[in-house]
Every structure is written in structure tokens, then in C-alpha cells.
């Protein structure tokens, strides 16, 4: 077992112990509303944005873009599970601006090639195309976070499973004071009334 | 302004009071790790898994799948940023188990029938294909769910994208105890080495 999972569940084994009426939480976000950011590590949405276990749906992804997947999430947050809202938060210093979809695929071309992976002993990597495989994946970087922040909620507001009336608000989290503050260019794009 | 909108920026400002240090974490998560579990309101990650700011990388959406949009995310977590381990978490009482693709379909089409949306004075949804559009998205649904943990880290494991010598474990996480419970079954699967 590694250090990391040892700790892990170490620190799981006293959540456990503290839980109480946890246990009763129903299914439904009580506060009837979902999130979608990014998965950075110095991100804490129930810390930042004051969420208790039970309040509300978190989707994160590299950038908290408005993947296919992300917009997958939030139909089934509003459609099965109740929410009416739903607030788009990057940041600051993300990770997503510091590269290109060519920066990736050369990089993972180089460490994921067949010949360099089979002679440091690594086989049976399946039928898989390999490395090129990163020539077909649009890594959704980031060139301006207002701007990724207006798209995202653009996206969301036009896409046809998404329904016209969910209030969709644009934030950016600001990794050196913790605040959040309003995209409010993402306000008025695609409102459908 | 929305009570939820105001009620978050209130929680925010009084996480900003007590930001001090966190204003010097740096991008790359410190314990080099990244779970990938579900958009839950039940499950706090930071929480149940002993996570500080800055410490690791989380990923969420609707059943904690690894779905394409994960994968990307785990990718450019290990390839970008470091992480040398990750951990799958579904869990217990999902929504993601409570209905089909053809339900979610059937939903969706009454819903956001063109018909229907006119009538009640939306208009401008733009040029997308409207509900039959959810015929085309894989609802990513959970029949058994230590199976879908099994089925998610093979999918990692086997992706032509991921390093074979990342490890990636499997959990289920119970909703009525906040206990992490390893899915063993998933620990065989898909090893490159």
C-alpha cells in the first residue's frame, strides 16, 4: 500500500468517525444548484464557495470547461436531480494557459512512443493506437480566462439539451486571494429570452 | 441577484478573511495525486479523503466515469503537473444507477420539444438539433457499481494516453457511513507489468 493511500484512508477512517447525521442525506442538492470549475488542486469549492456535504452538484475538469462530459453532468444535475442553477468558475494562474494542443502531443509523443515504452519494459499496452491517439483530442487550453469564461457559459446557454431557463452565472476564483469575482461579460451572451 | 448567488459570495468573503498562507500555493499539486469521483453533493472529496488546498487534483462528473473529458484531465494531471498516482471513486445510492439512456432520452424530448419550448415563449435556441440531439450522447449510466469501478480503472489503465506505470486504484465510497471501501477486483485488472 502506498504512503499516499495510507494516508488517505487514515484521514477517511476519522471522517468516518465524525459523520453523524450525514447519513441521513438524501440524494437531490439541497441547495438545488451545481458547479463547474476546474480541477486544480488549490481550488476548494465547499470551502470557497460554502457548501456543506448535501448542497450542491460539483463538476470539475481540467479548466472547468464545458466539455460534451461536463454538459452530460449538468443535464442530469437539472433534468434528474433538481438543480436550477449553475455557476462556471475558472481561475487565475490555470494551468490550461501554459501550453498548446501541439505542446501536448508532442510531449506525450515522445513519452508515450511503442519503441521508447517496450525498451524500458513496458508491454501489453492493448490495441490501442498509441501516442498518436493525441492527435484526436482537442485538450480545450486556455488563451484568455474571461474569454474561456464567456465561451463556456455561451456554450451552455445555446446547447439544444440545456433548457433556456436555467440562470447560468460566469465567476473567476482568484488562486492568490481566494475571491471570487463575477464574469459579468458572460451575463448577457446567448440569453434565450 | 439570486438568494444562492448572495449566499455564496457571503461565504466567499469570509473564506478570503482566512486565505493568509494559501496565497502561496503553488500549481502543481503537492502530494502528487488525483482522484476522479462523482459530482455527488453528498461526497466532499476534501473532506472525506483528507485533502488540504494545494494537495491534490480532483476530478468530478455525473458517476465519477471515465469518460473521455476524464481522461483528458488525468492526462494532462500527470503529464503537465505531476501527479503520480490516481484514485477512482464511485459510490453507494448514485443517481447515475437510478435510470437508462432510453429514459433520459424520453425525458429530455418531452422537455425541450421545439413545440412545446415555443409555446411557452422560448424562442432563439439557435441553429442546434434540439432533444433528439440526447440520442447521440452516451449517458455514461451505472448498472453495478463496483463493476463500474472495475470497468473505469481497466479503461485507464488499458488508454492508450496513460502511462502503463501509473497505479490507479478503485473505490466505492458509502454514503451512509462517509467510509472509503477499496474495490480489490479492480487492483488486477489491466496491468501492464
Given at each position: 500500500?502506498?504512503?499516499?493511500?495510507e494516508?488517505?484512508?487514515?484521514?477517511n477512517r476519522?471522517y468516518?468517525?465524525?459523520?453523524g447525521?450525514k447519513?441521513?442525506?438524501s440524494?437531490?442538492?439541497?441547495?438545488?444548484f451545481?458547479?463547474l470549475?476546474?480541477m486544480?488542486?488549490?481550488?476548494?469549492?465547499?470551502?470557497f464557495?460554502?457548501l456543506?456535504e448535501g448542497?450542491a452538484?460539483?463538476v470539475r475538469?481540467?479548466?472547468?470547461?464545458?466539455?460534451?462530459?461536463a454538459?452530460?453532468?449538468l443535464v442530469?444535475s437539472?433534468?434528474?436531480?433538481?438543480?436550477?442553477e449553475?455557476?462556471?468558475?475558472?481561475?487565475t494562474?490555470c494551468?490550461?494557459?501554459?501550453?498548446?494542443?501541439?505542446?501536448m502531443r508532442g510531449?506525450l509523443?515522445?513519452?508515450?512512443?511503442p519503441?521508447v515504452l517496450?525498451?524500458?519494459?513496458?508491454?501489453?499496452?492493448?490495441?490501442?493506437?498509441g501516442s498518436?491517439?493525441?492527435?484526436y483530442i482537442?485538450w480545450?487550453?486556455i488563451r484568455?480566462q474571461e474569454?474561456?469564461?464567456v465561451e463556456d457559459?455561451?456554450?451552455?446557454?445555446r446547447?439544444p439539451l440545456v433548457?433556456?431557463?436555467?440562470?447560468?452565472r460566469g465567476?473567476?476564483y482568484?488562486?492568490r486571494?481566494g475571491?471570487?469575482?463575477p464574469?459579468t461579460?458572460?451575463d448577457?451572451?446567448?440569453m434565450?429570452k
Open positions: 500500500m502506498s504512503l499516499t493511500l494516508a488517505i484512508l487514515e484521514a476519522r468516518v468517525e465524525s459523520f447525521e447519513r441521513n442525506l440524494m437531490p442538492p439541497a441547495r438545488r451545481a458547479i470549475t476546474c486544480d488542486a488549490r481550488l476548494d469549492p465547499s470551502k464557495a460554502g456543506q448542497d452538484h460539483v475538469n481540467a479548466g472547468g470547461r464545458a466539455s460534451e462530459d454538459i452530460r453532468s442530469i437539472y433534468k434528474l436531480l433538481g438543480t436550477r449553475w455557476f462556471v468558475i475558472h481561475h494562474d494551468g490550461m494557459e501554459t501550453f498548446s494542443d501541439e505542446i510531449l509523443a515522445k513519452s508515450l512512443d519503441a517496450e525498451a524500458d519494459g513496458w508491454h501489453d499496452r492493448g490495441s490501442g493506437p498518436s491517439e493525441a492527435q482537442d480545450l487550453t484568455n474569454e474561456s469564461v457559459v455561451q456554450r451552455l446557454r446547447h433548457p433556456p431557463w436555467v440562470p447560468i465567476f473567476l482568484d488562486v486571494s475571491a471570487l469575482r464574469v461579460a458572460a448577457s451572451v446567448g434565450a
